[in-house]
């Protein structure tokens, strides 16, 4: 097993916080007070897009594989981040349950 370089590691620690702060700035727009301007709501609709396509896309690289593996991490399906996408998305409490229930309502 090797072990990164403080160089690399220095690098891999910007890169994850750069990410988060995408992140933390798209949370922000969610939970930030006051009514959201005509600008909030298309950034939102965008946002929804966005990261749905990210859970889509992790979910298409994370597949069973024949041996019953993950195809990226090579552990026993479903693998830690299909688990981790299930737990939030099949979540009563979350809204990925509430808009389907809404919309099998109608
Ligand atoms: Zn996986």
Redesign the pocket.
Known sequence: MSTLSPASADAFGLLREDLYIHLEEADCLATQDGEWSDDDMQTARGLISDLVLALRGLLAE?RLQPTGN?Q??T?VWP?P??TTIHAIVKDPERQFVAILRARSDD
């Open positions: 994370h993950c990226i991490c552990l693998c981040v299909v």
